[in-house]
């Protein structure tokens, strides 16, 4: 399996193991973050999400605080570009608005009026 001149072999053993289980498995979606597993892994036809991604899914379903998140992982050794930051912030944003759309105030969810 190779992608763009990618080689399986070239990948880290974790990333590896971790791509030709999703194939044996015909799974829906598989985590990996470095550029080189995520081209390998898309050439085999397996759809693709990383940190961000998880990190995007819990903040819709409001499992966790996208900004306080971010700002945590900022101070650690994770490394995303200034684009990925932005892309979360953004649909965060959008989905905050959504939910303030389609929600009725709380006064009448209260019966109040």
């Known amino acids: 399996m190779s992608s763009?001149?990618?080689?399986?072999?070239?990948?880290?053993r974790?990333?590896?193991?971790a791509i030709n289980l999703a194939v044996q498995l015909a799974a829906?979606?598989?985590?990996?973050?470095?550029?080189p597993a995520r081209k390998v892994a898309?050439?085999?036809?397996?759809?693709?999400?990383?940190?961000?991604?998880i990190l995007n899914f819990a903040g819709q379903?409001?499992?966790?605080?996208?900004?306080r998140v971010i700002a945590?992982?900022?101070?650690?050794?994770?490394?995303a570009t200034p684009v990925m930051y932005?892309?979360?912030f953004a649909f965060k944003l959008r989905h905050e608005?959504?939910?303030n759309q389609t929600q009725p105030p709380l006064v009448r969810v209260m019966g109040l009026c």
């Open 4 to 12: 763009n001149g990618i080689e399986l072999n070239s990948l880290h």
């Open 14 to 17: 974790g990333e590896r193991e």
């Open 28 to 35: 829906d979606l598989i985590i990996l973050d470095e550029r």
């Open 42 to 53: 898309e050439s085999c036809d397996l759809r693709v999400t990383g940190t961000l991604g």
């Open 61 to 67: 379903r409001g499992l966790l605080n996208i900004s």
């Open 72 to 79: 945590r992982l900022k101070r650690t050794l994770f490394r």
């Open 86 to 88: 932005k892309w979360l």
């Open 97 to 99: 608005s959504r939910l």
